[in-house]
């Protein structure tokens, strides 16, 4: 089972999310692997953000997809709570994060789409990566038929790295529906996910035992990551129901308690 750091080691409050710092730290704690955002510039670059506007993360608000990097890398990431020093950290472009990945570690993408609906990043990232493909995880929703096309285009064009589809559990049916989809597209596992801890909750207590949800999706060669969990009782319920991997915004803690 894998530890997954989400958008790096920031919950420690050294370095604001997604910035090469805060990816850097989670490193230094020999996590298995770092989740960050990616979005298309205006000036066709790959930046590592995860909102489509700026503002909650820095000094200025600008939209990603229509700014250059360069306009990107002069603003001042401050973070969420704007705690962090004036033009201390930036927002880094992809290639700063490759080169920052050890070997053995892996790297999950997160495709955002609404910045590019055409899925023009699929060949600038086919330009761009460096590192063996077994360290490259691309994840990203399908939640519409857009969206799906465009993993799915994704998992075409890279056919030797894994791929897998984002699903919400708030928004999900039931893990039969996932499993069609995700098989759909070809993908080689899924990202499962909810922004709160009761959802985790709620899951463990409808399936009993849990291991029968997540043979579910191991019985059709699909892995299953879960986002974003932060709880390490929760976790180590999942780490024995059978789950290949978890991305969590408390690394160290949740390291700590295995």
Not at 16 to 24: F, L, S
Not at 63 to 77: A, N, P, R, W
Not at 179 to 200: C, H, P, R, W, Y
Request: aromatic share 8%; hydrophobic share 40%.
């Amino acid at each position: 089972m894998k530890i997954i750091a989400h958008r790096g080691n920031h919950d420690a409050g050294l370095a604001p999310e997604n910035t090469v710092e805060a990816i850097k730290h989670a490193w230094d704690l020999n996590v298995d692997g770092v989740e960050i955002d990616v979005h298309l510039t205006k000036d066709r670059r790959i930046a590592v953000i995860h909102d489509f506007w700026t503002g909650k993360l820095t000094d200025n608000s600008l939209s990603v997809g229509e700014s250059t990097l360069k306009e990107l890398k002069e603003l001042s990431v401050t973070g969420r709570k704007k705690n962090y020093p004036l033009y201390k950290f930036r927002i880094p472009c992809l290639e700063e994060v490759l080169i920052t990945v050890p070997p053995g570690k892996t790297l999950f993408i997160e495709i955002k789409h609404n910045s590019d609906p055409s899925g023009e990043i699929i060949s600038i990232l086919n330009n761009l990566l460096n590192i063996s493909s077994r360290q490259i995880v691309f994840i990203g929703f399908i939640e519409n038929q857009v969206e799906f096309e465009k993993m799915k285009k994704v998992k075409k064009v890279f056919t030797e790295y894994r791929v897998f589809p984002i699903f919400n559990l708030k928004k999900t049916k039931s893990p039969d529906e996932i499993i069609e989809k995700a098989l759909a597209m070809g993908a080689d596992g899924v990202d499962i996910g909810s922004g709160t801890l009761k959802t985790f909750k709620d899951l463990a207590n409808k399936y009993s035992p849990l291991e029968n949800f997540i043979q579910k999706f191991t019985k059709r060669n699909l892995s299953v990551n879960l986002w974003s969990l932060d709880d390490p009782d929760v976790v180590k319920i999942f780490i024995n129901a059978g789950v290949s991997s978890i991305t969590t915004n408390k690394p160290k803690l949740i390291m700590e308690s295995l």
